[in-house]
């Protein structure tokens, strides 16, 4: 009876152990006998990165990946063009001692494919994330994933280009996030005289870093400020330019992602947040993408428009430039003296010998011509005159001399870093440039003169002593973050010259009445406390809209200083684009480009055009706010509060592509502020955030609860103003707490976009949402985590905290306390209504 019992139990644990030789688990070492059977994975020693079977977001095929473990990023897939559609997939060693992924049908579908290998090879993932193909008895590497990336940099990883075969490893996109399959991307180390990185689209240049310099890349101006991680760029000494990315101990874990819409991201692991923050990406500018204004242009990202022709040279084709179709660029005005006098065997005149003119700050243009260390500044310059076929020449210690023959393409001017560079004119546009300059000095001197004058006429006029010292104190206040009870004409054109705005495109207020048929009641897109907004069309065809600043408004004359001074300085795809100003008597106006699908709440509160934003779109929207958002906080040249967004401040261009709008409230903060203080809170009720409206503290975390409200709204369709359950006259934002606590969070998708196959995506994003209206500012997510949450469904997200002004309502379960939602006794609101 005994030994039956023993016979029987050795059965139990001979089945048991070939179950999970079956299916791989506590596999720490991939051979020919054991295995990896999906789902079961292989973790690394150090529990850092996991070897294993993945489905991307909205997708059921199953791939066999590496990922990051503390939070799932993967990093690199083995058959991303051959993906299993079941469950049946096993990566095992073959008998000729290669990895491979077989499917049901014990099918190789893809292999690591070394030729002239031994069969007792083994594979390991190591903890750096390297999986590796090794001989079993030597240790000896046979191959590695770290040589094959897909579309991920990371420490250990090296890009390199040979010199002498053009052999490349370099990285490629997925085609979309749901898809791991070579995408349209790449990415890898090109002109390796002066070696720079290269971004393409299929085989046309999407992107290049400029030149590296031994210590940085020229033109990635972020990592001259050490805003970036550390990047390695050498000679192997075996003909290969080597690309490797380093770990920056203070920074944390970074990995650099190509993303499928050709955007080279640097995402950087938080150690205290224990998040991913996206910290710079390739493609945040117009004038990012190569050659956006062909050759001898420039293209400058603060400017409208933002392409330039270099002095000397005029538009090639005068009507597609006028279209703002730059890609032909622009030719030379007037021959170069050089050029006449070789075509006619003539001697060149000293006194009509052609010269530089510099361009400072800049991406210097691809196609150097090699660099040489042992040229000083002074020959470089001589050399580069001396020979007629040189048009340009740049100079840096670390990298020597620089020098152009062909066309100057893909310069891009930037507001710090990057190199100069000296680019050939004929000796007529030296001239101008000096008259240029003297013209300039006499028309600044007596325009400001003027200027000064007429202020001081207009405020002897309107002021007296107190008057004087009241605006004096608005003044400081608004340099302060707050703002003046008052405000008079001479104010503006005070403050007004501070933001220079002698830079910005000054419109004729005649032609502005004509584009807008002298602001006929037709032409009016909508109107806000400052005054209204109309539609004008210029006689280039261009559309625009004209913000009128009423007479009446005392705080639409605040709005016309403070919106000017911050949104002439700003730059992004999801921001609105300032394109002028007009000051004429007492006419005040901005003029910004115009957006045919006006405003987002005349889409998401319109019972008939909601239909149109269907899940997907809505989403893209909410990226793009916050995209925004992110690039006000932390990275555009100043740090922007926006203090009221709202739906109506979201304007959609003819895409229904998102741009923020409206920066009349918006403060700037200086480069080590976290939060201000002001006696005057002025926004929109429903949308502040509680220690803004109760206490007039604002921070980035103010915008982030607006932008929480936002992202409610968008989901439900409803208007966070209005009441919800009659019977308890509930807010959009206690009615969706109450929902997610009863976890009844589907009553709270818009009919309209609801499909049960997309519900988990909505709901994750009505998660994030919750947790950006959370009554502590400190528990609520930065945008740069909004921004990780939105767009990595892997990432674990925390549990909501109650939002702001629940306790104030709530008295017990979902019932509403009678004293209503709650009180702002000791600060003023300007609700300011959109366009």
Partial sequence: MGLNKFTNLFFVLIIVYFYFLDVGVAIVTITSSQFIKDPATLTSNGGNFTLGFFSPQNSTNRYVGIWWQPKFTVIWVANRNQPLNDSSGVVTISEDGNLVVLNGQKQVIWSSNVSHIVSNSSSQLLDSGNLVLQESSTGNSIWQSFEHPSDALLEGIKLTSNKRTSEKVKLTSWKSPSDPSTGSFSLSVERLSIPEVFIWNETRPYWRSGPWNGRIFTGIPAMKAFYLGGFRVGDDGQGRIVLSATEVDEVGFIIYILNSQGNFQENWWDRVKKEWQVRWNSHDLDCDVY?????????????SPICSCLRGFEP??????????????????????????????????????????????????????????????DTCRSQCLENCSCIAYSYDANIGCMSWTENLIDIQQFSNGGLDLYFRVAYTELDKGRNKTVIITITVTIGTAIIVTCAYIMWRR??????????????????????????????????????????????????????????????????????????GELQDGQEIAVKRLSRASRQGLEEFMNEVAVISKLQHRNLVKLLGCCIEGE?????????????????????????????????????????????????????????????????????????????GMARIFGGSEDQANTRRVVGTYGYMSPEYAMQGVFSEKSDVFSFGVLLLEIVSGKRNSCFYNDDNSLTLLIFAWIQWTEDNILSLIDQGIYDPSLNEHIIRSLHIGLLCVQEFAADRPSMAAVISMLNNENLDLPSPKQPAYIQNVLSSGSSVASNGLYSLNTVSVSDISGR
């Fill in 462 to 535: 309107i002021s007296n002593h107190q008057a004087r010292k009241k605006n004096s104190d608005g003044i400081l206040q608004l340099n302060r973050g707050e703002s003046p009870a008052e405000y008079t004409s001479a104010n503006v054109i005070g403050e007004l010259s501070q933001v220079k705005l002698q830079e910005l495109l000054i419109f004729d207020f005649g032609k502005l009445a004509t584009a807008t048929n002298n602001f006929h009641p037709s032409k009016k897109l909508g109107q806000g406390g400052f005054g209204p907004v109309h539609k």
């Fill in 587 to 663: 006419e005040k106006m901005l003029i910004y480009e115009y957006m045919p699908n006006k405003s987002l709440d005349a889409f998401i509160f319109d019972p008939s055009k909601s239909k149109l934003l269907d899940w997907r779109k809505r989403f893209s929207i909410i990226e793009g706010v916050a995209r925004g958002l992110l690039y006000l906080h932390r990275d555009s040249r100043l740090k922007i509060i926006h203090r009221d967004l709202k739906a109506s401040n979201i304007l959609l261009d003819e895409e229904l592509n998102p741009k923020i709008s409206d920066f």
């Fill in 316 to 377: 090639k084709n005068i009507e597609e430039w006028n279209r703002k179709n730059w890609t032909s660029g622009c030719v030379r005005s007037t021959p170069l003296q050089c050029e006449r006098t070789n075509n006619q065997n003539k001697s060149v005149d000293s006194n009509k010998a052609d010269g530089f003119l510099p361009l400072q700050m800049i991406k210097v243009p691809d196609f150097a011509d090699g660099s040489s260390l042992t040229l000083t500044s």
């Fill in 291 to 303: 050659g956006v204004c062909g050759p001898f242009a420039s293209c400058n990202s603060q400017s």
